[in-house]
């Protein structure tokens, strides 16, 4: 239980720069390019710590593929929307309204998974979703109603997004069972790299990367190994301690870490009424967190 707190605390802090970095390199990198790099640089890093390791359970995932298809789509689907959406707005909204996923996964877990029924259920997990949700809301009203810099076609890009992510969670609830998270994250991103290549080539500009200085080519390629080399296998960690429902809901601290970096590395700046709000949201991830302990 603590190995999956301190987990989910990392992924936190980790994923909170996420958007940040999206949106510093989207004056140079169009969404598919992007995306593209994202998941080449960390899939590559993955595989090796795979091959290092963990061998044995790459073997099985290989010799397995077939049940990283419809992951792979679904992610695929969502880094594409989502990428756009964060474009469209900017880093610390759209890290924001991307936290409607606690909102989604909860409900699917109900429906899906039998064993976090009682979870779902708790009075204080749904008090704690509940001011989360108000604490996400508020933030976003505030957010539109004060930023110039911010295109409702985005948000609703993101909240679809979001969507496919929390089907995504559901799906890989059931994989982490049978397959290494780590070969997972290596597995899926590289799987994807397939599908978005010939988008890349239509659409995107492969030889990017190398126009670009070496140092925002570090960023992107450094930012995307640590986000999913490293973050989406304490991710996959804390959903096996945890539960996704925990564990997503926990990562609506995730703008807050957001709007710290955004307004030293961007100039984006939180307003009183977003403060006010992110406190309300913060109350209620502290809440889901207690309710595996009592149940």
């Not at 790099?37 to 899939?43: D, E």
């Not at 979703?129 to 505030?142: D, E, K, M, S």
């Not at 993101?158 to 069972?177: D, G, H, N, P, R």
């Not at 290494?180 to 290596?186: F, K, Q, S, Y």
Request: proline share 3%; glycine share 8%.
């Amino acid at each position: 239980m603590k190995k999956g707190i301190i987990s989910i605390i990392f992924v936190a802090f980790i994923w909170g720069g996420f958007n940040v970095f999206i949106k510093a390199l989207s004056s140079q990198f169009d969404v598919v390019t992007q995306s593209f790099f994202w998941y080449l640089s960390g899939g590559t890093v993955a595989l090796l710590l795979s091959a290092i390791t963990v061998p044995k359970e790459l073997l099985v995932a290989v010799k397995n593929i077939k049940l990283f298809f419809v992951p792979t789509i679904l992610i695929a689907i969502h880094l594409l929307t989502f990428i756009q959406g964060v474009y469209m707005t900017n880093a610390t909204s759209s890290a924001l309204i991307a936290k409607l996923n606690a909102i989604f996964v909860p409900i699917l877990s109900f429906v899906f998974f039998p064993d976090e029924r009682r979870i779902v259920k708790n009075k204080k997990f749904l008090l704690g979703t509940f001011l989360a949700f108000v604490g996400v809301v508020g933030v976003i009203l505030t957010k539109s109603q004060s930023s110039s810099n911010y295109d409702s076609r985005g948000a609703i890009l993101l909240v679809f997004s979001m969507l496919w992510i929390a089907v995504y969670v559901i799906k890989i609830k059931t994989l982490v069972q049978k397959i290494h998270p780590l070969v997972i994250i290596a597995c899926v991103p590289l799987l994807g790299c397939l599908i978005l290549l010939p988008l890349v080539l239509v659409f995107g500009n492969l030889h990017k990367i190398l126009e670009v200085d070496y140092k925002t080519a570090f960023l992107l390629l450094g930012a995307s190994a640590v986000s999913l080399g490293a973050g989406d296998s304490l991710y996959y960690y804390s959903i096996r301690h945890l539960g996704a429902s925990i564990s997503t809901s926990f990562l609506l601290i995730t703008p807050l870490i957001t709007g710290v970096l955004g307004f030293f590395a961007l100039g984006e700046r939180l307003t009183t009424g977003q403060m006010l709000f992110s406190i309300i949201l913060i109350v209620g991830c502290l809440l889901t967190v207690r309710v595996k302990n009592e149940t």
